[in-house]
């Protein structure tokens, strides 16, 4: 089953729309969640190589077994798939 990610920090957005952000019109966004993204704009003028140091930490609670530089390189082979990231 393909979950939905946002397309900003990668976070699974659920089954509802609860999690997703909105456009200038107040209509949810279909790609990103309201951490990253609300009345159509992206809440922080964050980078690439900044969002992989943010994500780190909360991949290595997720995956146990890794380390360090082994969650970074993970990050940094994904945040790329990601629309927002994609041309960066």
């Known amino acids: ?9 990668g976070k ?9 952000g909105t456009e200038k019109n ?3 966004s279909k790609d990103y969640c309201n951490d990253c993204y609300k009345n159509g704009a992206f809440t922080t003028n964050i980078t ?3 969002m992989i140091e943010v994500s780190v930490p ?3 609670k997720e995956k146990t077994g890794i380390n360090e530089a082994e969650a970074r390189e993970e990050m940094e082979t994904f945040f790329p798939t990601l629309k927002r990231w994609k041309n960066t």
């Open 12 to 20: 699974p957005m659920g089954q509802t729309d609860e999690l997703y």
């Open 48 to 50: 690439k190589e900044r």
């Open 58 to 60: 909360y991949l290595l």
């Open 1 to 9: 089953m393909n979950k939905k990610l946002c397309q900003s920090c």
């Open 26 to 28: 107040g209509a949810k």
